[in-house]
């Protein structure tokens, strides 16, 4: 039986509306590497470039509120999120990233705009630098890539 023919997948294409990019400006330098891979990725798939705007916040922990007022503008399609959180920077580490990851799953949840998880939570700086572009990929570039699948697909469920 060929299973893969009944699979009903989001495609890549760039949607009507905008995309919102919210990303922090702590550890600056790395999050600008996560902003540059996600805003090319997005042109690459088709994304105008007047179609995509960011929105800075102090920190990983202000992610979700940001998140959660843009979707309930009802203006985006989804929103990408970036940020670096290294536990050896800070004792307050889980605080930060926990709810940070549960923030935006929780906008997502209550507002059924798609958000893609692009921040980065490593030991050390030369993990983040790594997943910023250096040698293990570009972790912005994959949310927005997997942002746009997201779109695609919940617009064929709530079709
Ligand atoms: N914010 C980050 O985005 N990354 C971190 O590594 C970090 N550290 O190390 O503490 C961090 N802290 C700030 C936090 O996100 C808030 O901006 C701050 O607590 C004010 O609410």
Redesign the pocket.
């Known amino acids: 039986m060929d299973l893969k023919s009944r699979e009903i997948n989001g495609t890549f294409n760039a949607p009507s509306k905008n995309i919102a990019i919210v990303a922090?400006r702590?550890?600056e330098f790395i999050v600008d590497r996560l902003i540059s891979g996600a805003f090319d990725s997005l042109l690459r798939y088709g994304v105008k470039n007047d179609k995509i705007e960011i929105f800075r916040v102090?920190?990983?922990?202000?992610i979700p509120i940001a998140c959660q007022s843009l979707a309930k503008t009802g203006r985006y399609a989804g929103i990408v999120t970036l940020?670096?959180?290294?536990r050896g920077?800070?004792t307050?580490?889980d605080y930060?990233a926990g709810p940070c990851a549960n923030g935006i799953l929780q906008a997502q949840l209550s507002t059924n705009i798609p958000m893609t998880f692009g921040v980065l939570t490593t030991e050390n700086i030369e993990q983040a630098v790594a997943r910023a572009g250096a040698t293990a990929g570009n972790k912005g570039s994959e949310a927005a890539v997997g942002l746009l699948e997201m779109i695609n697909l919940l617009g064929k469920i709530n079709d």
């Open positions: 922090s702590f550890n102090p920190g990983a922990y202000e940020g670096v959180v290294i920077e800070t307050h580490f930060v």
